[in-house]
């Protein structure tokens, strides 16, 4: 089993920060990717930022220069750093990581999610 817990959540004032953590524990044989996902009420899941194994990092275009995404890959952890925060950066956020876990003698990959964090930007 793997399980991803994310902390950092809470209420901030607009132009604010927040980091949001992630740590994914269990029987974790290697981790590919690692991101965050957002849902706003009334709207789609949508992806905010993913940082794939050799390091590389994908953003929305919504928080391109504002939120910078970082993993520890010792610590199995991926990190969120939201500068200069928007009310419309109001969501629950959603840590996700393609993980490969052992499962007996075998090996399977398989998208987990943790259980989301809630960021609210007051105007």
Same mark, same amino acid.
């Given at each position: 089993?793997?399980?991803?817990?994310?902390?950092?959540?809470?209420? %901030?004032?607009? !132009? =604010?920060?927040?980091?949001?953590?992630?740590?994914?524990?269990?029987?974790? $044989?290697? #981790? +590919?990717?690692?991101?965050?996902?957002?849902?706003?009420?009334?709207?789609?899941?949508?992806?905010?930022? %993913?940082?794939? !194994? =050799?390091?590389?990092?994908?953003?929305?275009?919504?928080?391109?220069?504002? $939120?910078? #995404? +970082?993993?520890?890959?010792?610590?199995?952890?991926?990190?969120?750093?939201?500068?200069?925060?928007?009310?419309?950066?109001?969501?629950?956020?959603?840590?996700?990581?393609?993980?490969?876990?052992?499962?007996?003698?075998?090996? +399977?990959?398989?998208?987990?999610?943790?259980?989301?964090?809630?960021?609210?930007?007051?105007?």
């Amino acid at each position: 089993q793997v399980q991803l817990v994310e902390f950092g959540g809470g209420l %901030v004032q607009a !132009g =604010g920060s927040l980091r949001l953590s992630c740590v994914a524990s269990g029987s974790i $044989f290697s #981790i +590919s990717a690692m991101g965050w996902y957002r849902q706003a009420p009334g709207k789609q899941r949508e992806l905010v930022a %993913v940082c794939i !194994g =050799g390091g590389s990092t994908n953003y929305a275009d919504s928080v391109k220069g504002r $939120f910078t #995404i +970082s993993r520890d890959n010792a610590k199995n952890t991926v990190y969120l750093q939201m500068n200069s925060l928007k009310p419309e950066d109001t969501a629950v956020y959603y840590c996700n990581a393609d993980v490969t876990a052992y499962r007996g003698i075998y090996k +399977s990959s398989d998208v987990y999610w943790g259980q989301g964090t809630q960021v609210t930007v007051s105007s």
